[in-house]
């Protein structure tokens, strides 16, 4: 079963603008990831962030986490064509390496 | 380095066959662990391997099994192959330096086998 909701299902932006995608979960967690695919391949780590933190930056991404409320939200500054995907969170419970994973944020950026 | 290689890439099968995949993770990461993705279900762990245990396993009835090798590389196996077995199976590494590590590290995913039951 899947841990994490995500919001919107779907996505469709322009190019320059920025996209935010929301992440929810139900368990308590040690830290969340968000991954991106494109076309059904694999996937690729974005970012990571710790329960301990509350928000992140890497390029023109931007990660917040709120434990209280158990969300997260990615957001997408100055998005490109090639943004086009779609993004998915994940959660650590543990010191395992299982990740749970949401139900994904199809991402369209309109040239 | 290389990354996560995955073989095959594609792979047609029929109902009741058993099929091996296989999983190269990248060079001295020691953690594998095996996610299915489906249109229906969305991405499901399936299991976890660290020094050729398997530490942690999914909601899978037991076709699912899986190996690690003593070079890291991991195979998963299903036998007595249903439909439902269609799916993109993702591969994963990580660089896990002794099992009680708490701080978890960043999991490289693999392209996937897609594989096809009919």
């Known amino acids: 079963s899947q841990q994490g909701e995500e919001d919107p299902q779907a996505l469709s932006i322009q190019e320059g603008e920025n996209a935010t995608m929301n992440c929810s979960y139900k368990?308590?967690?040690?830290?969340l990831q968000w991954y991106r695919q494109n076309s059904g391949r694999g996937l690729v780590h974005l970012i990571l962030?710790?329960?301990?933190?509350r928000e992140k930056h890497s390029g023109r991404l931007r990660v917040t986490l709120d434990t209280s409320k158990k969300s997260s939200s990615l957001l997408i500054t100055a998005s490109r064509a090639a943004d086009t995907a779609s993004y998915f969170c994940?959660?650590?419970?543990?010191?395992?390496?299982?990740?749970?994973f949401g139900s994904g944020t199809r991402l369209l950026v309109r040239p | 380095k290389a990354g996560v290689t995955q073989t095959p890439r594609y792979l047609i099968k029929t109902r009741g066959q058993q099929v091996t995949l296989s999983c190269s993770p990248i060079?001295?990461?020691?953690?594998v662990s095996w996610y299915q993705q489906t249109p229906g279900q969305g991405l499901q762990f399936l299991f976890e391997?660290?020094?050729?245990?398997?530490?942690n396993k999914g909601n899978f009835p037991g076709r699912f099994s899986g190996r690690q090798f003593s070079n890291s590389r991991s195979e998963m196996n299903v036998s007595t192959l249903e439909l439902g077995d269609s799916a993109l199976y993702l591969c994963?590494?990580?660089?896990?330096?002794?099992?009680?590590?708490?701080?978890?590290?960043?999991?490289?995913f693999g392209p996937g086998t897609r594989l096809l039951v009919l």
């Open positions: 391997y660290f020094s050729e245990t398997q530490r």
């Open positions: 962030i710790r329960s301990n933190e």
């Open positions: 994940a959660t650590g419970m543990d010191s395992s390496y299982k990740l749970i």
């Open positions: 994963a590494s990580s660089l896990k330096v002794s099992p009680g590590l708490t701080l978890q590290e960043t999991q490289y």
């Open positions: 368990t308590s967690i040690n830290n």
């Open positions: 060079s001295g990461h020691r953690s």
